[in-house]
C-alpha cells in the first residue's frame, strides 16, 4: 500500500537520480523504510542517507516493482527540467491537467477551479494551475445575511426590491457573492450605521438601534461581506462580537479592511464577568490592536465571555448608539 502512493514512489526515485534522500514529512514511511536496507548509508547531513552505488541495480529492481513506468516519468521530469521529486512531478502533472482542460464557463468557484487543475478541489492555485484558468474569474461564493433597516433597497440597474418586505417573507435578506459582483447593491435609505455580529444567535435576536443594518459575520468568513462594505461607503461600522481570542483576532482582521471599524464593549458587561466567563487561557502572542478595557481585564484574568451574554439585555440597544456617538 505504501507504494501506491506518488510521494513515496519519487521517494526512490529522487534517491535513484542523484544519490542521496533528504527526510520530508510527506515521505516519512519511505524514508524510514529505505533508511534500513542495505543498500543505504547514512551521510554526514541530519536526515540524510546516500545510495550504496554497487546497489544500484537493487533499486532499479525495486522501482520497476512498485512503478513499472519510473523510466518514463523520470525522462519526462528531465525533459522539463524539472527537479526529480514531489515538487517537480507535481509540475508535470499540473502541465498536463492544463493541456487535458475541458472548456470552461468563464466564472468558477474556486474549489470547482482547483479540482480540474489540481489534484482536488482543496488544493492552492500556483503559478502554473492559475495559468491554466487563464482569464477564468474565480469566486469564493460566499454570503451576506443581512437584518435591513426601514427604507433600504436591494436594486440591480433598473430593478429593485424593499428590502424590509424582502426580509418578511424570506427572514433575512441574503446577497450572494456573484450577485454583488454582477451589480446587485443597497440603494434607497442607507442605514445610519451597520452592526457587524459574530455568531448567529445574537444576528438574530438582538434589538438593533433604528435604521441599522445588522449583518451576519460568522468568523474569518469576511470575503463577502468586504464587497457589502465597498457598496455602503462611508456609513460607520460597529463590530459586536464574544470577548475571547478568537474575537480579538476578527475585530482585528476587520480593521484592515476598515480601520474606522468601532468595537462595541459596553460597559455593563462586566456585570457577567462573575459567573458567567470560561477560564481559558489566551495565548501570549495575541496582537492587540486598541483593544477596550474589558478585553484587556479579561486576558490577564484568563477568562473569556460570549456575547450571548447580553444579546438580549435592553441597554444594548442605547449601549451601541452610544459606540456611535448618538
Known amino acids: 500500500m505504501m507504494w501506491g502512493r506518488d510521494d513515496n514512489r519519487l521517494a526512490i526515485l529522487e534517491l535513484y537520480a542523484y544519490g542521496h534522500l533528504h527526510l520530508r514529512q510527506s515521505q516519512t514511511e519511505a524514508w524510514r523504510w529505505l533508511s534500513e536496507l542495505p543498500w543505504t548509508r547514512r551521510t554526514g547531513r541530519r536526515d540524510e542517507f546516500a545510495l550504496v552505488e554497487d546497489r544500484r541495480g537493487d533499486l532499479e529492481r525495486l522501482l520497476t516493482q512498485v512503478w513499472p513506468e519510473w523510466r518514463d516519468a523520470l525522462a519526462r521530469l528531465e525533459a522539463a527540467g524539472l527537479p526529480v521529486s514531489e515538487r517537480g512531478w ?36 500556483s503559478t502554473t494551475r492559475r495559468e491554466a484558468l487563464a482569464e477564468v474569474d474565480l469566486t469564493r461564493d460566499g454570503i451576506v445575511r443581512m437584518r435591513p433597516n426601514n427604507g433600504l433597497l436591494v436594486q440591480r440597474g433598473e430593478s429593485s426590491i424593499d428590502a424590509e418586505r424582502l426580509a418578511d417573507l424570506t427572514g433575512e435578506v441574503v446577497v450572494t457573492e456573484r450577485a454583488f459582483v454582477d451589480g446587485t447593491t443597497l440603494a434607497g435609505i442607507l442605514p445610519r450605521a451597520v452592526l457587524l455580529v459574530e455568531n448567529l444567535g445574537p444576528y438574530l435576536d438582538l434589538a438593533a438601534p433604528s435604521g441599522w443594518l445588522v449583518v451576519h459575520v460568522p468568523g474569518w468568513n469576511t470575503a463577502t461581506v468586504r464587497v457589502l462594505l465597498d ?19 476578527i475585530a482585528a482582521h476587520l480593521r484592515t479592511a476598515r480601520p474606522g471599524l468601532r468595537w462595541a464593549v459596553p460597559d455593563f458587561w462586566r456585570e457577567h464577568v462573575p459567573g458567567r466567563t470560561q477560564r481559558l487561557a489566551w495565548p501570549e502572542d495575541l496582537v492587540w490592536i486598541n483593544a477596550p478595557d474589558l478585553v484587556r481585564e479579561l486576558a490577564q484574568a484568563g477568562l473569556w465571555l460570549e456575547q450571548e451574554t447580553i444579546a438580549l439585555d435592553p441597554r444594548l440597544r ?9
Open 318 to 326: 442605547n449601549a451601541l448608539e452610544q459606540v456611535l456617538g448618538t
Open 90 to 125: 507535481r509540475e508535470i502533472l499540473d502541465k498536463q491537467r492544463g493541456v487535458d482542460l475541458p472548456l470552461l464557463p468563464p466564472r468558477l468557484n474556486l474549489r470547482t477551479a482547483a479540482a480540474q487543475v489540481g489534484p482536488h478541489s482543496k488544493a492552492s492555485l
Open 231 to 249: 457598496r455602503l461607503g462611508d456609513v460607520p461600522l460597529v463590530h459586536f462580537g464574544d470577548l475571547d481570542p478568537n474575537g480579538v483576532r
